[in-house]
């Protein structure tokens, strides 16, 4: 419960703005910022749509969730999280707006902890989660 009170506060913070935090940035940078965001927009709902009946807003698996090893789920074991993160960062360079930045660099500490907590209560439900750990990476693909 502790980990969504403080994601929706830092969501809810994110539509602020502090002047004196602000910083131009060049073209290139604001629209590479605004591709960046456009991705996180398509990656999250996608990967929403990928979990079906096993998504839950807590950490806490459901009991009739199935662990999700296909599509996106193959490469990225939290890739809500990584739409999220994308959408954030882009965002904050595009609107040039650094109070976004610090709360992007927030909600990456957030989601570090809040995806270990999840993967410690998935690898107790799933006898093959530490083998679909080594395979994908948590946020970005392993390569």
Known sequence: ????????????????????????????AQYSGLLIAVVGIILAPASVIALRNSLSVFPTPKDSANLIQS???????????????????????????????????????????????????????FSDYKLYKTTSGMFLPRF
């Open 1 to 28: 419960m502790l980990f969504v009170g403080v994601q929706l506060a830092l969501f809810a913070a994110y539509l602020f703005r502090i002047p004196e935090l602000d910083a131009a940035v060049p073209a290139w």
């Open 71 to 125: 599509g996106i789920y193959k490469y990225i074991r939290h890739p809500i999280y990584t739409g999220i993160l994308l959408f954030t960062f882009g965002f904050a360079f595009y609107s040039m707006n650094g109070l976004r930045l610090l709360i992007f660099a927030a909600l990456l500490m957030l989601f570090k902890f809040k995806a270990s907590y999840e993967e410690m209560l998935l690898q107790s439900k």
